[in-house]
């Protein structure tokens, strides 16, 4: 089937269990392939038939199971820090409204007990009736200003899906049916009933599960801040020159092909290429790199970055979605929507954790009042206690909250995961395969020694130069450049061939001069025992040597080697030192690759492999029970990266590359490779960590509230104290899923 993927924004969640929930009901309708909520971003992404099922649909069954749902437009729709910075405000507005009425609530009904003063007209003892009919007539704002908590808990129960929210209607709502039982005895006259009013415990419990409620929607505000700060850096209008004059246009106006002038210090609004002028752009904010990138004609540019000193033209090549800052954002998006395998457990755990508590709830209390013997008010404290300390709040955020900041982190560093998944992935990999030319290597020849029998090593490169400018061959052009970097003056050549599988020739001054390999030299009689030395040496160093003679006398040899990148070495020994197994693959000889990986200490190398070679050669590799990593940049490791279990694709390489990979380095520097697998490694250990504290925490907790500790003569948890407990557990998990904010890579 033709399938289409849609996100969509999800109203109304407030635990793992309402995430589940959605998430059941989308992946039950007939033609949906696969839906994944995320609690954190509030989103759903769906994959589905667009022939056979609509979005209306889609939102139809969400709203059925008490949840709203609208298809997420970025272009329109309201940030996502602006949605965070509504509901955060809208949280802390709540909470000191609650607060104002349960703090004097708590005085009144608690005070007494602990020594403080009242007026005699607020003692229990003394005016019970007036203080029973306040305590009323305080809680009742409070649970107006936390209807959210009843709205939400009561229509999943009654849905037959209980989430947080449920629990906590359940067990405020059974403390204040009381309350209000024992308010009428004390109207009929019974005045001690007084004693058995637990409004108090109802306003308080509101109030704190409302203050965790601000600290946990402050917190996942943060959790996004990397993908708000790419949200801000698009330019919002362009200098558009059109019919000879520049106009202001808002970026939306702006189309591919027109030519947009950027000034210096400018943000430059479009991707392009540079069709006059030249500058260095500062591109830090979408590749992590710090230093200027230098910018001539037929530079490719990006829009957000930052122009230098210089102004260009850029001839505007890509827009809108299709830029890069937009596929940037997209990437982050996707990865921060999709669950890592890992989440499973969480998800598991939250699908039958909620009727579980409410089964433990309702045991627990009935054990203290058959069995144990004790009153019902007792009873009543042990059941709303586990109610509400048992939310699994803590649990459904302890992974999306760490890939959330983690793909961040990754982000702001020129590092994007295209998945939850492939973020888990990562931190198995045991065996990375690096491809040679482009990723190792530079991947473009360079003149790297010039040995001159009878003349300097300035005259030989001078007239070696001179006959190359005339060809069109990589190694040809390397040499120029190096001449030309030189400041060498080139000569004029006549008579200039091209000789198929030797070399060149061509005439200077009147000489006739040859360029080329052995056989070109012992064509023209030309002997070479001289230069075996220097020769012998660039074939173990992976170089190849260019001989230059005339006339049976041999002028000189110049070496050339795609030289490895500056990082490699270091690269290379760091992924050993965490125990990481490095293998080389390549098409190129097997000479030249051992050169190479000798030069990089890579013991394994694979060599003489055609394209689709590479992608079995890894398929080998993962034969033998590795979890393999792919490192590639060319068309022709797209299939390799495809077939490893993480493909990663340096950023600099080609687009089918990057659309094979699973993380993509947008600066060409090895080291992010090892930046990568830190960031993956570092984020599973927060998840680890997370889901351990939200188990550990319910797995302590729950006995705690029924009582277990008071058995055996030790303390009753306090139900406002509950409340409290589990509010601070979900903030916790956030807090700890931010360390990763500051990870050192």
Sequence with gaps: MATKEETFVIDGMTCASCALTVEKAVNKLAHVDKAVVNLTTEKMAVDFDPDLISEAEIEKAVADAGYGATVYDPEQAQSQQERHSTATHKMWHRFWLSAVFAIPLLYISMGGMMGLWLPPFLQASQAPLTV??????????????????????????????????????????????????????????????VHDLYFESVAVILTLITLGKYFETLSKGRTSAAIEKLLTLS??????????????LPIEQVQVGDIVMVKPGEKVPVDGIVIE???????????????????????????????????????????GSDSMLSQIIK????????KAPIANIADKVSGVFVPVVMTIALIAGLFWFFIMGQTFIFSLKIAIAVLVIACPCALGLATPTAILVGSGRAAENGILFKGGDSLETAHHVDTIVFDKTGTLTQGKPEVVAVHASDMTEAELLTKVASVEKLSEHPLSQAIVDKAVENGLALEEASDFQSLTGLGLKATLAGQTIYVGNGKLMADQKIDTSSAKAIVETAAKLGQTPIYVGKAEHLLGVISLADQVKADSQ????????????VVMLTGDNAATASAIASQLGINQVISDVLPDEKAQAILDLKGQDRKVAMVGDGINDAPALASADIGIAMGSGTDIAIESADVILMKPELSDVVKSLTISRKTLRIIKENLFWAFFYNVLAIPVAMGVLYLFGGPLLNPMLAGLAMGFSSVSVILNALRLKWVKL
């Design 235 to 248: 330019a919002k209008e362009a200098r558009v020159i059109r019919d000879g004059q520049e106009l202001s």
């Design 331 to 338: 990437l982050v998006e996707d990865a921060q929507s999709t």
């Design 277 to 319: 002028g030249q500058s260095a752009i500062d591109e830090s904010m979408l590749t992590g790199e710090s230093l200027p990138v230098d910018k001539t004609v037929d530079s490719q540019v990006y829009g957000a970055s930052i122009n230098g000193q210089g102004a260009l033209k850029i001839r505007t090549e890509k827009i």
């Design 570 to 581: 270091a690269t290379v020994a760091k992924l050993q030192s965490l125990g990481i197994d």
């Design 132 to 193: 029973a009919v306040l305590e009323l007539v305080l809680t009742l704002p409070v649970m107006y200003f936390g209807r959210m908590f009843y709205e939400n808990g009561l229509r999943s129960l009654f849905k037959g899906h209980p989430n947080m929210d449920s629990l906590v209607a359940v067990a405020t709502s059974a403390a204040f049916i009381y309350s209000l039982f024992g308010l009428y005895h004390v109207i009929l006259g019974h005045g001690h009933h």
